[in-house]
């Protein structure tokens, strides 16, 4: 059974930074590209980042690129979030997803191509 842990969220001023961990366990963390993505209060969940097997692809969101990074560490079966520059549009629920096969990473941005997700971690900026 796969479970995703998402952590390290919290109140942060605008400018500000945090990192996200999420822990992932119950498949070979190895072969599943991962993402993050966020919802907002009122609003739909929307894509943020993601990140390939190996860490050697990523993409991002057009809000948040130059001031978030993916990344992941395989022996620890994790991936982090670092948020920087934050802003009070931030502002949402951040969850960590695993995709649904192993060693794809088309449509990243797609919610359709993860099968697992996490509970959540919320993260507030304050203007």
């Known amino acids: 059974q796969v479970q995703l842990v998402e952590s390290g969220g919290g109140l942060v001023q605008a400018g500000g930074s945090l990192r996200l961990s999420c822990a992932a366990s119950?498949?070979?963390?190895?072969?599943?590209?991962m993402g993050w993505f966020r919802q907002a209060p009122g609003k739909e969940r929307e894509f943020v980042a993601a990140i390939n097997v190996s860490g050697g692809r990523t993409d991002y969101a057009d809000s948040v690129k130059g001031r978030f990074t993916i990344s992941r560490l395989n022996t620890k079966n994790t991936i982090y979030l670092q948020m920087d520059s934050l802003k009070p549009e931030d502002t949402a629920v951040y969850y960590c997803a695993q995709r649904r096969r192993a060693y794809t990473y088309d449509q990243s941005s797609a919610e359709s191509k993860y099968a697992y997700w996490g509970l959540g971690t919320q993260v507030t900026v304050s203007s």
């Open positions: 119950g498949r070979t963390f190895s072969m599943y590209g």
